[in-house]
């Protein structure tokens, strides 16, 4: 089989290189952007309104920066040391020492804000990232040998490319399950889904019934040899057509198409730019360096368009 034959037509990437150089350029600018500096005082006020126990001495904001460093790979005690500097040239007004950094970034929210607009089209896909130092922690713990991922499970939205929600697990469990889970989560959030799918390992009747029951119109991959005599109606006709017309006619008919850059394309975005090693040890931190990640990403990607 040729190149051509497995892969398709040749892809021609249509971007325009001139706003996309800017936006990578400008995603890093945030690694140094320090105008929360101006509003340090009423954050912090904010912050501190009807808290009960020690004030905090450090906005949200510094945290978060602190928190894209760490993602970035730097260690706290390092992290601690560029604060210093900062403080140093008059950057910032105070620093914080890394156990403070570590505390606040790991109580750090990371969701995701819900997405704007109407009709969305979202694909969900997993990956797992590797925990580096603290492997023997979940291996007494969880009793696994190979106990040394996480995993993490998103979706996409394929306009922006860019992730619209996801849920990190130590303990493996089903990707429908976590899809599900976070679509409820999107839908109480008031988020207009239009299609939702995944590849074939959602091709489970039961969750072909649940997005028609929702509402959502399903764009997910039948097996080869799905049958066309089953349970989900809208199931039987998706196979039906894409046993008539051909997979590729059937991928682009319905958007399938599209899930790549949803999914894949984010996780090696992500993967790219924070690595895809975990070296947390605590479980409390395992999960937060891996959601960090990916709020992060989001938080960059939001940045780069402004």
């Known amino acids: 089989m040729t190149k051509k034959e497995s892969w398709g037509e040749k892809f021609i990437d249509n971007r325009d290189w001139a706003k996309t150089d800017k936006r990578l350029v400008k995603m890093g600018e945030y690694m140094l952007d320090l105008e929360f500096v101006d509003k340090w ?18 906005p949200n904001s510094m945290i978060q920066l602190q928190a894209i460093w760490h993602a970035k790979g730097n260690p706290y005690r390092m992290i601690e040391g560029i604060t210093i500097q900062l403080v140093e040239m008059s950057k910032l007004p105070d620093f914080n020492d890394h156990s403070t950094i570590d505390r606040r970034v790991n109580c750090m929210p990371t969701k995701i804000d819900p997405p704007q607009g109407k009709n969305l089209v979202i694909f969900s896909d997993g990956t797992s990232l590797q925990v580096v130092e603290g492997g023997e922690y979940l291996r007494e713990k969880y009793g696994k040998k190979n106990r040394r991922w996480v995993q993490v499970v998103i979706w996409g939205d394929t306009v922006t490319k860019e992730p619209v929600s996801f849920e990190v697990n130590i303990i493996q469990s089903s990707e429908i399950a976590s899809a599900k889970k976070q679509i409820e989560e999107l839908l109480k959030k008031g988020v207009d889904i239009k299609a939702a799918g995944g590849d074939g390992a959602f091709d489970e009747i039961e969750f072909w019934n649940w997005l028609d029951w929702k509402g959502i119109y399903s764009l997910i991959k039948p097996d080869k040899n799905a049958s066309e005599d089953t349970e989900s109606v809208l199931r039987n006709l998706a196979v039906r057509w894409r046993n008539e017309n051909g997979y590729n006619k059937w991928r682009e008919k319905t958007g399938y198409g599209e899930r790549w850059p949803a999914t894949e394309g984010i996780f090696s975005a992500v993967k790219r730019m924070f ?3 975990i070296h947390a040890k605590s479980e409390i931190g395992i999960l937060q360096e891996a959601a960090v990640k990916f709020w992060a990403y989001k938080k960059l990607c939001q940045y780069g368009k402004a």
């Open 41 to 58: 005082d009423k954050e912090l006020a904010e912050m501190n309104l009807g808290k009960v126990g020690a004030p905090f001495k450090f």
């Open 275 to 277: 690595g895809e090693q």
